[in-house]
């Protein structure tokens, strides 16, 4: 098995070094040590090897990887900034083998059609990708027939091993009151405005589906591949401080410059998510507060869009942007959500009992930030912005403030619904229209919606912000101005997408790799 805590004495040179062993850096490794046998490749992971840990295989346990203490999580932390009250943000990141899939919350979710049509580089419009979609995955729900998903891939794909049904039914039944229908599959490239009951990368017999064990372990422990190798707990310094970017940083850091190249670090841009909890009536069978393994806790997920008249309640600044950005492109989405069915943090102080929260966040946002290094060593901190909110017309604040109403309204029509849990949500006063309650008995679904003045909207929006283009590469994912370097993970996106990102990073993979085996194979 070539996996290694420290690099043996025999292997002093290599043809293909993979620096960091993200999501998609597992996949093009295990690609290309298919392609060629002669082909030797390294792979180097600053964090632990995963193989077989309990607390990433089984899917129970996904939130443990965003405590504090976490061994399988790198935490970023920002510098203090305006747009999220002068917070300093902190930021997660999978830090063991595999990245991000072998943390993240599951959630089986695609790029839109649009999405990639945005990034306008030749190779990777939507139909030029939905092989590499198609060939990741084996799938196991609905829409498999319509040509949109694949059934031979690596990736299994699934309801899990447990469906709460009754929170599914009665959150699938509040949205279509509101007017998003259920969806068979909506995860197809075209469909929107809508909810679908979730489908998870778990497999059916409950077990995480992340790229490390789908595809790095297999051939580790086929002893087919000899070409292979990964070294874990180690860093990558010359990459990291590599000459290559903005010179005046680069100098400020005391790194020599190799290639100038501005863009590298900017145009950093994460999807704003917030999770807003809620006390229920639900059964301790029915949410992950009853620990049921084999699930991940997200039973709905959906791709939602506001009506004209919701837009217009956000103000002019934002409706210059929906026209300019979403009124005529009906592909795109203004926020997705997810039925969580359970309490997603510290239940220490919480009132024993059973909770579902919502997970919502805008997908398009507009704000910017940066992450730079300050000087030549490891050790170094980094200048970390996330630029949370920081867009010119607040345009980014005002999607979540209409996703935080519109998530509220659905979860108040539930039949399970017993109220907020009100250190979650925002401090609005004791006795307005808009305060969190409690309740002993559902609202029913035709409960007249929630009334907000603009005094509750400064609250909500005071509330959201203390509570969350250069180009580098062409479409070869070569790094411009530098031979022999490439870069393949999410970075390369020229905008973001709206799904949960895992789908995409995987799909990044399977494309580079069969770029990279062109050139390293097949051409030479």
Request: glycine residues 8%; contains cysteine; negative net charge.
């Amino acid at each position: 098995m070539g996996l290694y805590t420290k690099l043996p004495d025999n292997i002093d040179e290599v043809d293909v070094i993979i620096a960091g062993r993200g999501t998609a850096a597992c996949v093009v490794a295990s690609r290309l040590a298919d392609a060629d046998v002669n082909l030797s490749i390294l792979v180097i992971e600053g964090g632990p090897n995963n193989y077989n840990v309990p607390t990433i295989i089984n899917p129970i346990f996904l939130f443990t990887h965003v405590l504090p203490n976490s061994n399988t999580a790198l935490f970023y932390k920002a510098g203090r900034e305006a747009g999220v009250a002068n917070r300093e943000v902190v930021v997660p990141s999978g830090g063991v083998l595999g990245g991000g899939s072998s943390v993240n919350f599951l959630t089986y979710s695609r790029a839109q059609r649009s999405d990639f049509e945005s990034w306008r580089t030749p190779g990777w419009s939507a139909d030029e990708i939905l092989p590499y979609l198609k060939r990741l995955e084996t799938y196991h729900g609905p829409g498999a027939t319509e040509g949109r998903h694949g059934y031979n891939g690596p990736v299994q794909v699934s309801s899990g091993t447990y469906n709460a049904r009754r929170s599914e039914n009665d959150f699938i039944a509040a949205a279509n009151v509101l007017g998003y229908p259920e969806i068979v599959d909506i995860q197809d490239l075209d469909s929107n405005n809508g909810v679908q009951r979730s489908m998870r990368y778990i497999s059916p017999d409950g077990k995480r589906q992340d790229t490390a064990h789908a595809y790095l372990h297999p051939r580790l422990n086929d002893g087919k591949h000899r070409n292979l190798h990964v070294l874990v707990e180690s860093k990558v310094i010359r990459v990291l401080r590599s000459g290559i970017g903005n010179p005046e940083i680069l100098q400020r850091a005391g790194v020599d410059v190799v290639a100038s190249l501005p863009g590298v670090g900017e145009n950093y841009s994460d999807h704003h998510l917030l999770i807003y909890p809620y006390r229920t009536s639900l059964a301790p069978d029915e949410t992950v507060d009853g620990f049921v393994a084999g699930r991940n806790a997200m039973d709905v997920t959906g791709k939602y869009r506001p009506d004209e008249s919701e837009v217009d309640t956000l103000g002019p600044a934002f409706r210059e942007s929906w026209n300019r950005d979403f009124k005529d492109n009906p592909n795109k989405p203004l926020a997705l959500m997810s039925l969580i069915n359970t309490f997603p943090g510290d239940p220490t102080n919480l009132v024993p009992g059973q909770y579902l929260a919502v997970s919502a966040f805008s997908v398009y946002p507009y704000s910017r930030g940066s992450i730079h290094i300050t000087g030549p060593g490891l050790d170094n901190a980094l200048d970390f912005k996330t630029g949370f909110f920081s867009d010119a017309h607040d345009a980014d604040i005002k999607k979540c403030v209409w996703a935080y109403k519109k998530q509220r309204e659905i979860v108040r029509r539930m039949d399970v619904y017993r109220g907020e849990v009100a250190a979650a949500h925002p401090p609005f006063a004791a006795g307005s229209p808009a305060a969190c309650i409690e309740t002993e008995a559902p609202l029913g679904r035709d409960v007249a919606p929630l009334e907000y003045t603009d005094e509750y909207d400064a609250v909500l929006e005071d509330w959201l912000r203390q509570n969350e283009e250069g180009g580098v590469v062409d479409a070869s994912l070569g790094v411009y101005g530098v031979r022999g370097l490439k870069i393949a993970d999410l970075s390369i996106a020229p905008l973001n997408v709206a799904a949960n990102t895992n789908n995409t990073a995987i799909a990044i993979g399977e494309k580079a790799a069969d770029i990279f085996i062109h050139e390293l194979v097949l051409e030479n």
